[in-house]
């Protein structure tokens, strides 16, 4: 069986390498998006085979902006395309390990926990793939506009 398809994650992020982190989408629901995202060896962000967990954040957000841009997409019949978007608050953030792997698949999980216009809130979680264990959670609040004048 075939799954769904989707827009190339290039057309819904406004993001290049070497900060383009997500890669892939695995799931996606109304209110949450699995995304799976791998900081690339030679980052230099990384040092070898680690890297700051800090940028779990941005993958989170990043998830989230796929989120944004597939539910725009629902919601006025046009194609995603990458918006003017900012990461505009961090709250909660926790960091279960002190390096994330470099070169390693990771689940980005970003659970939208409410909308007003062009803010939302999500919840974000990454984990290494087929773990349980969180290495990154957080609550970040994103904006988004239709017009990069906005």
């Given at each position: 069986?075939?799954?769904?398809?989707?827009?190339?994650?290039?057309?819904?992020?406004?993001?290049?390498?070497?900060?383009?982190?997500?890669?892939?989408?695995?799931?996606?629901?109304?209110?949450?998006?699995?995304?799976?995202?791998v900081?690339?060896?030679?980052?230099?962000l990384?040092?070898?085979?680690?890297?700051?967990?800090?940028?779990?954040?941005?993958?989170?957000?990043?998830?989230?902006?796929?989120?944004?841009?597939?539910?725009?997409?629902?919601t006025?019949?046009?194609?995603?395309?990458?918006?003017?978007?900012?990461?505009?608050?961090?709250?909660?953030?926790?960091?279960?390990?002190?390096?994330l792997?470099?070169?390693?698949?990771?689940?980005?999980?970003?659970?939208?926990?409410?909308?007003?216009?062009?803010?939302?809130?999500y919840?974000?979680?990454?984990?290494?793939?087929?773990?349980?264990?969180?290495?990154?959670?957080?609550?970040?609040?994103?904006?988004?506009?239709?017009?990069?004048?906005s």
């Amino acid at each position: 069986m075939i799954g769904p398809t989707y827009p190339p994650i290039e057309r819904m992020l406004p993001h290049r390498a070497p900060f383009l982190f997500i890669r892939s989408i695995c799931e996606l629901f109304e209110d949450c998006i699995v995304c799976h995202g791998v900081i690339e060896k030679g980052h230099y962000l990384a040092c070898g085979e680690e890297a700051l967990p800090i940028l779990g954040l941005e993958m989170g957000a990043q998830a989230a902006g796929v989120h944004a841009a597939l539910r725009h997409r629902h919601t006025t019949s046009t194609a995603p395309a990458s918006r003017v978007g900012y990461l505009v608050g961090i709250r909660h953030a926790r960091f279960h390990v002190k390096a994330l792997p470099v070169g390693r698949a990771l689940r980005v999980e970003a659970v939208a926990q409410g909308t007003s216009g062009p803010l939302a809130t999500y919840g974000i979680l990454v984990r290494a793939e087929g773990e349980e264990d969180l290495m990154v959670e957080a609550r970040i609040s994103t904006w988004a506009a239709d017009d990069p004048g906005s």
